[in-house]
């Protein structure tokens, strides 16, 4: 009796945690992009799909604290590491500081880049508490903001900084 090739090219369950909780898939190979797991099998939306090829940032998503484009990681990537979307940072209820900065300067137009500019700020201020203007726009330049509301995200990383500190007591 023979085995049929798709029986024996089954993919292997993947267990991976996304924003704190273990999450196993089935039936996805290990090269689908992290991004469609996210959004189809996850109902995560806050990354987005931009260009599909890491270059605009609003798939950003951290994994092990660092951002990466998720629309070009493969899955298989985040088996073993904590990947954490926008909806693990904070709740309706519960906002984290960097989104409550980024509403309370009104960072956002079509909203479609805030997504990578969240999450690239995370990152960046989980590594550099105090980053000056030079070290803000070298972290946030590789995602892309066609509306042009520079000048408000550079404001709402300096108040998400302001906020993070008083949270801390610093």
């Known amino acids: 009796m023979s085995v049929s090739a798709s029986a024996s090219s089954a993919p292997e369950p993947l267990t991976m945690t996304v924003n704190g909780s273990s999450r196993t ?24 799909y931009g260009c599909g090829l890491g270059q605009c940032g609003a798939c950003t998503v951290l994994l092990d604290g660092g951002p990466a484009r998720s629309c070009v990681v493969p899955v298989a990537a985040a088996v073993g590491r904590e990947t954490v979307t926008l ?17 309370d300067e009104q960072a956002a137009q079509c909203g479609y880049c805030l997504n990578g500019m969240i999450m690239s700020t995370k990152a960046l201020l989980d590594r550099n508490p105090e980053p000056d203007d030079a ?17 408000e995200i550079m404001k709402a990383v300096h108040r998400a900084i302001e906020y993070l500190k008083r949270e801390e007591g610093r």
Do not use: M, S, W
């Open 87 to 103: 909806e693990g940072l904070g709740t309706l209820d519960a906002l984290h500081p960097i989104q409550r900065a980024f509403i």
């Open 25 to 48: 898939l089935e039936g996805v190979t290990r090269d689908t992009p992290l991004l469609y797991v996210l959004r189809n099998d996850f109902e995560l939306n806050g990354p987005k």
């Open 135 to 151: 070290a803000i726009r070298d972290a946030l330049r590789f995602n892309l903001c066609r509306c042009g509301t520079h000048i």
